[in-house]
């Protein structure tokens, strides 16, 4: 999902075997019914830190309130964990009713048939109110399998603060190029005399960063039959640049890059204070300037101006009914909850991001912190294009095998040529498997 | 001199700990800003904070991290002796065959075997409660004990037992009177490593506790962390320290007999 984030690739293997168990079962719900007059439970499980926790578990209260014959069981997890018990449950034939849903795993396990197509329990959920380029990131061949909680774009944060202690005037974000940051990031490289990094290099977590880049080109990662047709060149590109900015300096070494990459927000040089430059995702402002302590700016990723625009919104998160519920109406009702209720978003506000929800993200907007509001600011004024094609189902491993060849290119076991080439092939092979 | 390299090296292997300890004191944002051991601020509020991060607050979990501790170690004893037992002194058909297939399990991941044994225990219903982690100890699965008390009995003169028999003792009392008593180092390491190695287990209780009322310390203490949002670290740091106690206390407790339990069993 965002930068830092470890992924689990091991897991595979239980998803085909979900796979295998989920044959059997259609989705021949009940969605469309009434809501039940009688006591039921329903299991909602999502991932995150300590603040999350404690806000969903008081928006959970307040549904119980509204529906007093529902009751919700809670249950949190940390990214990996979920996974991994999300995987084993899926495949007992035990999942949670409602789940927090990623991008990167949706499109395997809706077409594995483990979710609900949210258009049947179109009478309980909402979705009205909805950007509807937003809604379609949660959409797989007409099917709604998720409703995209937040929305995310990525951006550059500059840290205002090192620029001014080091005289390097701010870039124009409105006409730079890729380049043009290069050069700003090895001023201040130079001009710090080497403690503080221009650049901290970009994109080495996510398939964000190429993913861009490919865009700005007119090109995509896969097609819409999920078909990997980024031309090598492209990814060529992209990793001569990540290993030009840590050869001259301009980004820190290989072996530090590895290390603050897999090692979370509150480590990384932006959050440090040790890099003026960093790729984030606009939303991340508000953890990144708690972190820092400095004033940090949401400056529009370099290249949009010379070629298409390669932004666009990703959801941070999905709300996902699994296709097994035995209360699917109640189910929808409580995503539905979540996604339209006033009350309730302004308890969650931003923590899973910018809601995707537009009336939801005007309602809450007086309550946002300086920082919320400048994410939020960015989220309405920088200008997007369609979203690329969800990833598809094998994808799930993609960041992984991004990030082992960013590793390779950046010790020099590979050259970004022969990077290229084996990761596009190697995507390919994982999403054929999976077919 | 030889003491102080010693201590030396013993400081280096503490660091990640002190610093552990230091940064459970320190307020959030200048845990990664400043990396020493120096404390310029005292904050104690970490520890409050990080006791009530989550609901249910981090007592249940102590609690029932310490009640499933607790069940594996009796299981743990009384399965894996008497397995041993049977292994060290009964003769019976395929003996050697069984022995083999028992320490073959040790060598299975858990991952190879979670979904079948997670249908199994959910067809039971037994899915968040704490006896998909308990009973399987009273059936003697943890091959290592076994192993381990085997190799111990073993070392007993069979002596001891044949003059039992003279007296009248059956297999029960030769168990019961004789090789127990006797077996009491392995027991006592027997019986810490399944503290430590059940109080730090996480995947096992990831899976299977759903709940957060049922959530134990590990499972309690990675929800703190998420790398995609801020974490509070110091929170985080703080209940890692309060989860280390019972460890350390066990350890300290233990020791002599953990050393005797492996003097005893590893030199054969």
């Known amino acids: 999902m965002f930068e830092g984030v470890h992924r689990r690739t091991a897991l595979t293997v239980l998803l085909s075997l979900t796979a295998s168990l989920l044959v059997a079962c259609g989705s021949g719900s009940d969605a469309g019914g009434e809501l039940t007059a009688e006591p039921v439970t329903l299991r909602f499980s999502w991932w995150g830190a300590d603040d999350r926790h404690k806000r969903t578990q008081q928006v959970i209260e307040m549904f119980q309130k509204k529906h007093p014959n529902i009751t919700i069981k809670g249950e949190f997890k940390e990214w990996n964990g979920y996974w991994d018990s999300l995987a084993t449950t899926m495949a007992a034939n035990d999942a949670p009713d409602v789940m927090q849903m990623d991008e990167l795993y949706i499109a395997s396990y809706a077409e594995r048939g483990a979710l609900l197509d949210l258009n049947e329990a179109k009478k309980h959920l909402d979705t009205a109110n909805f950007d509807q380029k937003a809604l379609a990131t949660g959409a797989i061949e007409g099917k709604q399998y998720g409703v995209p909680v937040g929305l995310g774009m990525y951006s550059i944060m500059a840290n205002t603060d090192l620029l001014a202690k080091y005289n390097v005037p701010l870039p124009d974000d409105t006409k730079w190029s890729w380049d043009d940051l290069k050069k700003v990031g090895d001023q201040v490289s130079k001009a710090s005399g080497g403690t503080v990094w221009g650049v901290q290099s970009p994109g080495i977590n996510d398939t964000a960063g190429l993913s861009i880049r490919a865009r700005q080109q007119g090109k995509a990662l896969f097609d819409q039959n999920a078909k990997v047709v980024l031309p090598p060149e492209i990814a060529t590109q992209y990793w001569t640049y990540i290993s030009d900015l840590a050869k001259t300096g301009v980004a820190p070494p290989p072996s530090v890059t590895i290390e603050k990459g897999s090692a979370g927000l509150n480590m990384s040089a932006t959050a440090t204070n040790t890099a003026a430059f960093g790729l984030w995702w606009n939303t991340q402002l508000t953890a990144l300037t708690a972190a820092s302590g400095a004033k940090l700016k949401l400056l529009r990723l370099p290249g949009e101006s010379q070629g298409k625009p390669g932004a666009y919104y990703k959801p941070s998160m999905f709300w996902s009914v699994s296709s097994r519920s035995k209360h699917p109406a109640e189910a929808a009702a409580f995503v539905s909850f979540l996604a339209n209720d006033e009350e309730a978003a302004k308890v969650l506000l931003t923590e899973r991001g910018v809601p995707a929800n537009l009336k939801i993200r005007e309602a809450i907007a007086g309550q946002l912190k300086e920082t919320d509001k400048a994410a939020k600011e960015y989220l309405d004024t920088v200008p997007v294009s369609d979203p690329p094609r969800i990833t598809p189902k094998g994808g799930s491993t993609l960041d992984a095998i991004l990030k082992r060849h960013t590793e390779d290119v950046l010790f020099g076991r590979a050259t970004p040529d022969a990077a290229a080439t084996a990761f596009i092939k190697e995507v390919q092979s994982e999403v054929d498997a999976a077919r | ?268």
Not at chain 2, 208 to 223: E, G, I, N, W
Request: charged share 10%; net charge positive; with cysteine.
């Open chain 2, 1 to 268: 001199m030889k003491h102080l390299g010693l201590i030396l090296i013993g400081f280096v292997m503490l660091y990640p700990v002190l610093w552990m300890i230091v940064s459970s004191l320190r307020p959030d944002d200048e845990i990664f800003r400043s990396p020493g051991l120096i404390l310029d601020s005292l904050r104690t509020e970490n520890y409050a904070e990080g006791w009530n991060a989550l609901t249910p607050s981090f007592g249940t979990y102590l609690l029932n991290s310490t009640i499933l501790v607790l069940g594996c170690i009796v299981g743990n004893l009384v399965s894996c002796s008497m397995a041993a037992y049977a292994f060290a002194r009964l003769h019976f058909s395929g003996k050697r065959w069984w022995f083999g297939i028992m320490l073959g399990t040790i060598m299975l991941p858990i991952h190879v075997i979670i979904v079948p044994q997670y249908v199994l225990f959910s067809q039971l219903g037994w899915v968040n409660t704490f006896l998909p982690l308990i009973v399987p100890k009273v059936l003697a699965t943890d091959a290592f004990f076994v192993f381990l008390m085997v190799q111990f009995i073993r070392g007993l003169p069979r002596e001891l037992d044949e003059a039992a028999r003279i007296d009248g003792c059956g297999h029960p009392r030769i168990f019961l009177r004789i090789i127990l008593p006797l077996m009491k180092p392995a027991l006592a390491t027997t019986t810490i490593f399944t503290f430590i190695w059940t109080w730090n287990d996480f995947f096992g209780q990831l899976i299977y506790l759903t709940d957060p009322d049922m959530y134990t310390v590990p499972v309690a203490l990675r929800s703190f962390v998420d790398s995609t949002v801020a974490t509070s670290w110091g929170s985080q740091f703080a209940m890692s320290v309060v989860s280390l106690v019972p460890i350390f206390l066990a350890f300290l407790v233990g020791q002599r007999y953990l050393v005797k339990g492996i003097a005893t069993t590893g030199g054969k």
